[in-house]
């Protein structure tokens, strides 16, 4: 046997073993040839075999690491079939109930929508902060009203350049959040009475913001791994007078899918058939696994329909709210809706965001808190597999930091989160994620904190909950 497959061999049984776990970085080449005392060819060799055979991975400018196991023990959800018509929304109060119960700090977080704030470079942001105030120029306050501030949206605008977009800074205007964003989106496109298209499970926000706004929704069946079905997209384009189409398309919230480049383009195709805007939410864009991004959808979007929300809430600065869209052909109209809505977004923070991004290895950061998501997916993914029942189905994310759990069909979520309350361990059970209240036997779990003992035995819990209301 060759000394390059004698290598790939060894580090292919570590692997196997549970001695490099996924998320682990390997050996750089330089340190590999001194530990095995063997040549810089072999290594590379033996690394690249290793690859083909899906095992590791090389990240840009951070060396090779082990790849997380997409095959789990237990197989996807199904994607669900909504009731088909357009539905009044009554949901907030319900939402509101839920999502109280879990803002104590000593609970578990699996139910929350943030990662921990440990893995943002709070303090670096904070000088950038603090000299964009001593230096703030009292013009500021006139000339950073919205869009926003110029050097904030040229950085967006150079962002969205290395995706294969070109965006104008003169289209980006700069929100208080993403939240902000998509509710300026809805209203600048739609009236109340109006039916817009969400996906199936959806972000309970979206459904929030909607019936704030007086507005219908139909919702779209979404498969947990690919998203949102064209052709019942399509098939509701043509049954209903939709206004707006309000998707995520990057490792959505709840399920964590990510719609296949070709779909997009597909998607956009099908929406400028019809002349519907595209309102798409994408805070977990940056927040992909693999070696490179998923698509953007401004690069494809000749027609000026997408209205592209994003935020640096979930990748960079919680807290900070500071969110933008890139509007197309909305632009005057969103900038105006800024305007009288809110008047403006925080200066200093604009400031402060634009020098970072310019300064501070936003990038770098992201390869980090990149490899530290996905690290704590499969640590997750294999508590629960250890500790939650047959007939458990759970998402393999590409990206962000939620898992979509499908359990056996006598489950009650809402049962389950009560229950699992009192134990101290919050869980969003699936119904806030849906405007007729389906997906009562799913729930999704945050695996954004790196607190892995303290999550492992709250996923121990879980599933002995679990396996008390099946027994009842």
Not at 449 to 459: E, V, Y
Request: proline share 8%; hydrophobic share 40%; charged share 20%.
């Amino acid at each position: 046997m060759s000394r390059y497959q004698d290598l790939a061999d060894q580090t292919e049984g570590l692997i196997r073993h549970g001695t490099l776990r996924p998320g682990d970085k390997l050996p750089s080449i330089r340190q590999a040839c001194r530990i095995h005392d063997v040549s810089p060819v072999t290594v590379t060799q033996a690394y690249y075999r290793l690859e083909s055979r899906g095992l590791i991975e090389a990240r840009p400018k951070s060396g090779y690491f082990v790849r997380a196991h997409l095959n789990t023990a237990f197989p996807e959800p199904e994607m669900r079939q909504p009731h088909a018509g357009s539905s009044a929304l009554a949901v907030s109060d319900f939402i509101f109930q839920i999502l109280d119960s879990v803002r104590d700090p000593d609970i578990v977080p699996l139910g929350s929508s943030f990662p921990a704030p440990t893995h943002y470079p709070l303090d670096k942001l904070g000088r950038f902060l603090a000299q964009a105030a001593r230096k703030l120029d009292p013009l500021a306050t006139v000339t950073d009203l919205p869009p926003g501030n110029e050097a904030l949206r040229r950085q967006l605008a150079l962002r969205y350049l290395n995706q294969g977009a070109q965006v104008s800074p003169q289209e980006i205007i700069i929100t208080a959040g993403a939240m902000e964003g998509l509710n300026l989106c809805l209203q600048a496109v739609t009236r109340p009475g109006d039916v817009i298209a969400v996906e199936s499970p959806t972000f309970y926000a979206g459904l929030q913001a909607s019936e704030r706004l007086g507005l219908k929704v139909v919702e779209i069946p979404s498969h947990p791994r690919d998203g949102v079905s064209l052709p019942a997209l399509e098939t509701a384009l043509r049954t209903h007078p939709i206004k707006a189409c309000l998707f995520m398309l990057n490792f959505a919230n709840p399920a964590g899918s990510l719609v296949r480049d070709a779909n997009k383009q597909a998607l956009l195709a099908l929406l400028r058939q019809y002349d519907v805007p595209l309102i798409e939410d994408d805070v977990y864009g940056e927040l992909y696994f693999g070696p490179t991004p998923p698509r953007c959808t401004k690069a494809d979007d000749s027609a000026g329909l997408v209205m592209h929300v994003g935020s640096f809430s979930k990748s960079l600065a919680p807290g900070y709210r500071i969110g933008w869209v890139a509007a197309g052909r909305y632009a005057s109209q969103i900038q105006r809706q800024k305007l009288s809505l809110s008047l403006a977004t925080a200066v200093p923070i604009q400031i402060a965001l634009a020098d970072y991004l310019r300064h501070g290895g936003y990038d770098q950061h992201l390869r980090r808190l990149r490899h530290s998501l996905l690290t704590q997916s499969v640590r997750m993914i294999e508590a629960i597999e250890a500790h939650f029942p047959p007939g458990t189905r759970l998402t393999r994310p590409q990206g962000g930091y939620f898992l979509w759990l499908e359990l056996p069909a006598q489950i009650d979520t809402l049962r389950l989160h009560q229950a699992a309350l009192e134990r101290g361990i919050s869980i969003a059970p699936g119904p806030i994620f849906s405007a007729q209240r389906e997906f009562r036997h799913h729930l999704r779990l945050n695996f954004g904190h790196p607190d892995s003992a303290r999550q492992s035995a709250a996923i121990d819990v879980l599933g002995e909950l679990i396996r008390a209301q099946l027994a009842a």
